[in-house]
């Protein structure tokens, strides 16, 4: 079962727009990562932020996490074309072992 | 490159056969996952190893499945009998002490 789910499925955007992805989960965690998947590859973790945190940076990505209402957002900043992939949260649920992961979001990146 | 290996990268058979993937993890890492995903979906869990062991696994493992995990390095994932809903990316991650999963770049399975 995937416990997370992604909104919105596809996002399309001009390139040096923001990209703003959003996420719901359903039961308790430790932490929540982001992962990106190009088309046919595996997927490459972006950023972990953990159940007492509310916001993490790294470089154009910022996450923000509010437990109350057991949801995340994935924001990039200053989009690039090499940003088109597939963007999935992941969460580490607490007296699990599994990461669980939801639907995704395509993005897509028009020069 | 995450560190991560997995062959074949692509396997096509047919409806009947058997067929098994392996995964090279990260050698300092004891924890070791299979996913499975389809197309336009996220990576289903399937199972996964601490060290040899076989901790859990998913009700989406039928009796078709097997993994194993010989001496805690590389691990194997077989499905015999094959079925075209087993048409799937197969991804193998290990799993790093702060929590976040290295993955392999998959193996895709087409079941003709």
């Known amino acids: 079962s995937q416990q997370g789910e992604e909104d919105p499925q596809a996002l399309s955007i001009q390139e040096g727009e923001n990209a703003t992805m959003n996420c719901s989960y359903k039961t308790s965690i430790n932490n929540l990562q982001w992962y990106r998947q190009n088309s046919g590859r595996g997927l490459v973790h972006l950023i972990l932020i953990r159940s007492n945190e509310r916001e993490k940076h790294s470089g154009r990505l910022r996450v923000t996490l509010d437990t109350s209402k057991k949801s995340s957002s994935l924001l990039i900043t200053a989009s690039r074309a090499a940003d088109t992939a597939s963007y999935f949260c992941?969460?580490?649920?607490?007296?699990?072992?599994?990461?669980?992961f939801g639907q995704g979001t395509r993005l897509t990146i028009n020069p | 490159d995450t560190g991560v290996s997995q062959n074949p990268r692509h396997k096509i058979t047919k409806r009947g056969q058997n067929v098994t993937f392996r995964c090279d993890p990260i050698?300092?890492?004891?924890?070791l996952y299979w996913y499975r995903q389809t197309l336009g979906q996220g990576p289903e869990f399937l199972t996964y190893?601490?060290?040899?062991?076989?901790?859990?696994k998913s009700r989406l493992l039928s009796d078709r499945f097997s993994a194993e995990r010989p001496k805690g390095s590389f691990s194997t994932l077989e499905i015999q009998r094959t079925e075209q809903g087993d048409s799937a990316m197969y991804l193998c991650a290990s799993l790093r002490a702060t929590r976040e999963l290295f993955f392999g770049e998959g193996s895709r399975l087409t079941v003709l």
């Open positions: 992941a969460t580490d649920v607490q007296g699990a072992q599994k990461l669980v």
């Open positions: 190893f601490q060290n040899e062991a076989q901790l859990e």
């Open positions: 050698s300092e890492h004891n924890r």
